[in-house]
């Protein structure tokens, strides 16, 4: 039931929605490339909140566990609940791989531009760990779309073709459960070598 293969089998259900998935995220990398003025000062914002994050955790006892524990924990917990506010007709799936995608563009737009080495921020600060967890959140907001699109089916479906579907619910929401424990395992993975690998290749 939660086996790597299930969770596999799974996600072949569900292409669409991750091509959908690809697409947003892709998109919102874009749009913090070559965003408005006004974009850039709100995603310039995130980051500044998570340059303070960083600061006070590198100011703590342990900052290596600290920051493990809250990349595990912040990744994790944000992507699981995603997965089921996905319900809300996938709205906010859509927006956080949007807002999570023009991040990244804006991070690496804003270094190009103060004439940073991109080769080493993108092979040393962002690959080694995003190459799990960039495809981990892109399942669970993949998930939360699909969620999203049962939904509109529902309340836009005749009462014949709602009971016909109505046996697909509780097969979809035992794969939201392994989806959610998958996700969770590669998020824990991808926090273990954010917090080890990517800091040292950056120190």
């Given amino acids: 039931m939660f086996s790597i293969f299930t969770f596999a089998k799974d996600l072949s259900t569900i292409r669409k929605a991750l091509l959908l998935a690809v697409i947003l995220f892709i998109a919102g990398g874009a749009l913090g490339w070559a965003g408005t003025e006004s974009l850039q000062r709100l995603l310039a914002g995130q980051l500044e909140g998570l340059r ?21 924990l912040n990744n994790s917990i944000k992507s699981v609940v995603i997965i089921f506010l996905g319900a ?3 709205i906010l799936p859509a927006l956080f791989l ?20 991109l080769f080493e921020l993108i092979v040393k600060g962002l690959l080694p760990h995003g190459i799990i967890e960039i495809p981990a959140i892109i399942i669970a907001c993949a998930f939360g779309i699909q969620f999203g ?21 509780p097969i979809f929401m035992r794969q939201t459960l ?20 990517t800091l040292a290749l950056l120190s």
Avoid: C, M
């Fill in 149 to 169: 699109g049962k939904v509109i089916s529902e309340i836009f479906s005749s009462a014949s073709r709602r009971e016909q579907r109505s046996g697909s619910w």
């Fill in 88 to 90: 809300l007709f996938g």
């Fill in 178 to 197: 392994t989806a959610s424990i998958w996700i969770t395992i590669l998020l824990f993975v991808a926090a273990i070598i954010e917090s080890t690998i």
């Fill in 98 to 117: 949007l807002i999570n995608g023009a991040v990244i563009g804006y991070l690496i737009h804003i270094s190009a531009i103060q004439g940073a080495d």
């Fill in 52 to 72: 303070e994050i960083s600061q006070s955790i590198n100011s703590s006892d342990q900052p290596q566990w600290n920051f493990f524990i809250f990349i595990f």
